[in-house]
């Protein structure tokens, strides 16, 4: 009687997924949350609230989260490619790899943009010289609001896509996915709080993954004669 063996990645790519995707999402929620409660939506506000030290740390520490947030993210996509294996498609996967790293790339342009701004006004008496201030400012909530939600829409729909055609995740989430996909390629910029949509839908998938997907499986080895 021979017990069969799971390999380490089989074991450990499901939970590896879904406790990286659950943290990025938390963290990369906050992030939207604290920028959003602290800066107008409009990409043309005047930086008032600059001179608001409670907005100025709430903008400070969504900025110290994105790194985090990123690797998290990083972590998830690899632990997710490593659970298709094979079953990968190379047109789908290419798409699902470049819209999470462009993505990424983009929020950390973004951040870093924000922090140069951040330290332009400092050192200006919390008021930056206003056409900087109007440029910076727009390219910010652009990289932000458009095209990083843009990219993040083309990355939801893409694993969603890959998840029906795997039956990595049941066809009601994979098919929620394609809709929340959708919306944030189309409405990208057009509705406050969007930008909240990706967090949710990656927070819920990877609940379900760590809950259904990566239970212990060591209750009932099959066994071979």
Same mark, same amino acid.
Do not use: C, H
């Given at each position: 009687?021979?017990?069969?063996?799971?390999?380490? /990645?089989? !074991?450990?790519?499901?939970?590896?997924?879904?406790? $990286? #995707? @659950?943290? =990025?999402?938390?963290?990369? *929620? &906050?992030?939207?949350?604290?920028?959003?409660?602290?800066?107008?939506?409009?990409?043309?506000?005047?930086?008032?609230?600059?001179?608001?030290?409670?907005?100025?740390? /709430?903008? !400070?520490?969504?900025?110290?989260?994105?790194?985090? $947030? #990123? @690797?998290? =993210?990083?972590?998830?996509? *690899? &632990?997710?490619?490593?659970?298709?294996?094979?079953?990968?498609?190379?047109?789908?996967?290419?798409?699902?790899?470049?819209?999470?790293?462009?993505?990424?790339?983009?929020?950390? !342009?973004?951040?870093?943009?924000?922090?140069?701004?951040?330290?332009?006004?400092?050192?200006?008496?919390?008021?930056?010289?206003?056409?900087?201030?109007?440029?910076?400012?727009?390219?910010?909530?652009?990289?932000?609001?458009?095209?990083?939600?843009?990219?993040?829409?083309?990355?939801?729909?893409?694993?969603?896509?890959?998840?029906?055609?795997?039956?990595?995740?049941?066809?009601?989430?994979?098919?929620?996915?394609?809709?929340?996909?959708?919306?944030?390629?189309?409405?990208?910029?057009?509705?406050?709080?969007?930008?909240?949509?990706?967090?949710?839908?990656?927070?819920?998938?990877?609940?379900?993954?760590?809950?259904?997907?990566?239970?212990?499986?060591?209750?009932?080895?099959?066994?071979?004669?």
């Amino acid at each position: 009687m021979a017990e069969a063996e799971l390999t380490p /990645s089989a !074991v450990r790519s499901p939970r590896a997924a879904a406790i $990286a #995707g @659950i943290v =990025f999402a938390v963290l990369y *929620g &906050a992030v939207i949350v604290l920028i959003l409660q602290a800066v107008p939506f409009s990409p043309t506000d005047a930086g008032t609230w600059l001179t608001s030290s409670t907005q100025r740390d /709430s903008v !400070v520490l969504a900025l110290n989260l994105v790194p985090f $947030a #990123g @690797i998290f =993210f990083l972590w998830s996509i *690899g &632990a997710l490619r490593d659970q298709l294996g094979v079953r990968e498609d190379k047109f789908f996967a290419t798409l699902f790899l470049g819209s999470g790293l462009l993505f990424v790339g983009m929020l950390f !342009v973004m951040a870093a943009l924000t922090g140069a701004l951040l330290i332009l006004a400092a050192e200006n008496q919390g008021r930056p010289l206003q056409d900087v201030w109007i440029f910076g400012r727009a390219t910010a909530y652009n990289l932000m609001s458009i095209y990083a939600t843009r990219m993040a829409g083309v990355f939801v729909l893409t694993t969603s896509t890959l998840a029906l055609r795997t039956g990595l995740y049941p066809r009601w989430l994979a098919l929620i996915g394609s809709a929340v996909g959708l919306l944030l390629l189309i409405a990208a910029g057009m509705i406050p709080l969007l930008e909240l949509a990706f967090p949710i839908w990656v927070l819920i998938v990877n609940i379900y993954g760590l809950i259904v997907k990566a239970a212990p499986r060591a209750k009932a080895a099959p066994r071979a004669a």
